[in-house]
Nanobody
Framework: QVQLVESGGGLVQAGGSLRLSCAAS????????MGWYRQAPGKQRDLVAH???????NYADSVKGRFTISGDPAKNTVYLQMNSLKPEDTAVYYC??????????????WGKGTLVTVSS
């Protein structure tokens, strides 16, 4: 079993900052990538940012220059620092990880999500 647990969501005013964390635990052999997706009401789930085990990062155009993804491989944890937040960033943020288990199964795992609300 593998679990992803997110934390750090909440309510913030426009222009403010939040930091999301996601910790992976369980029968993990290795983690290839970790990332964040978000889903606003009535919309599809979209990639926000992801980071590879080698440290390469990728961002959605809408968050470039405002959000920063980072990882702590020793803790199997990924962070998303969100600055200059806008009301349109309001969404449920989901952690995603592509993990190879101890049984050598490679699978995508998802957290349960954490709500970020940005007020204008």
């Amino acid at each position: 079993q593998v679990q992803l647990v997110e934390s750090g969501g909440g309510l913030v005013q426009a222009g403010g900052s939040l930091r999301l964390s996601c910790a992976a635990s369980g029968r993990i052999f290795s983690i290839n990538t970790m990332g964040w997706y978000r889903q606003a009401p009535g919309k599809q789930r979209d990639l926000v940012a992801h980071i590879t085990s080698g440290g390469s990062t990728n961002y959605a155009d809408s968050v470039k220059g405002r959000f920063t993804i980072s990882g702590d491989p020793a803790k199997n944890t990924v962070y998303l620092q969100m600055n200059s937040l806008k009301p349109e960033d309001t969404a449920v943020y989901y952690c995603n990880a592509h993990i190879v288990t101890l049984e050598y199964y490679a699978m995508d795992y998802w957290g349960k999500g954490t709500l970020v609300t940005v007020s204008s």
